[in-house]
């Protein structure tokens, strides 16, 4: 068992707490989307990024001074967003860091596949931007099944803990004979499962975190979760979504 989960565009330098132990699986591939970014005018990178001046300059700058080997966190302390903070691996056991090494990836527009403990520099790209590189007009073309083929070497079952712009990195190439199993984290309006931004990160974070905790081997674990008011929902779910429901018993 596979667990998916997205990048956060908030990141930090942490080069004390823990080691990183590996550079990225598909690192060669990063370095020739690093030097496209490198070579990239001011105003082209902050189109492509969609940010203000501040956070442009931060990360043209970023560019400038880092490169993909030196320096490095591990990724599962490089990432701040909400998913990352309420999954808390500041506060992991060695048996949960041991569990996320071994279960848990991170899907990266720049790097594409990540584990844990996989060294890496603060950049931000998104997987839905455009760019152009190696004759393709995005990153989903340049990437294509690379990631996913992966994966599937790695297990036969995936949990998607993603959002829809990188789980689709993987779902579109899913193997026959193979589970792809999505978490949708709701509540029931009007006879429709809504989904909140900010609720379904933090539900992600905890998901990750109490499947670390308990150890789980198998996806059914999943249904034991009841954090942050969420439960799990039979009645709405199947064997590729386990839907569950805020206020749900």
């Known amino acids: 068992m596979r667990l998916i989960i997205s990048p956060a565009k908030k990141m930090k330098v942490d080069t004390d707490t823990l080691p990183w132990e590996s550079l990225p699986i ?37 560019l400038k001074t880092y490169d993909l080997r030196t320096n490095l966190t591990p990724a ?6 909400i998913q990352y903070r309420y999954m808390a691996p500041g506060v ?5 860091f041991r569990y996320v090494q071994e279960h848990l990836r991170i ?19 998104e997987m839905q931007a455009k760019l152009n590189i190696c004759k393709t ?45 999505t978490c949708v984290f709701g509540e029931e309006q009007d006879g429709k499962i809504v989904e909140k931004g900010t ?19 198998e996806p059914e674990a999943m249904q034991g979760f009841s954090r942050l008011n969420y439960a799990f929902s039979a009645e709405h779910s199947d064997p590729s979504t386990y839907v569950f429901l805020l206020g749900g018993t």
């Open 26 to 62: 598909f690192i060669d591939k990063a370095e020739i989307l690093y030097e496209k970014l490198r070579s990239m005018p001011y105003e082209e990178l902050k189109k492509l990024w969609k940010c203000n001046d501040q956070i442009a300059a931060l990360n043209a700058e970023r």
């Open 76 to 81: 599962i302390l490089a990432y701040e967003g």
């Open 92 to 96: 992991f056991t060695s048996d949960a």
């Open 107 to 125: 899907l990266s527009g720049l790097y594409g596949l990540l584990r844990p403990f996989d060294g890496v520099i603060p950049y931000r790209l």
């Open 137 to 181: 007009k995005d990153l989903y073309g340049y990437w294509g099944r690379t990631i996913a083929d992966q994966l599937y070497c790695e297990t036969d079952c995936i949990v998607n803990l993603a959002s829809k712009e990188y789980s689709s990195c993987v779902s579109r190439w899913q193997k026959p004979g193979t589970r792809f199993i």
């Open 199 to 217: 609720l379904c990160k933090m539900a992600r974070g905890e998901m990750v975190r109490y499947l670390a905790e308990i150890q789980a081997g």
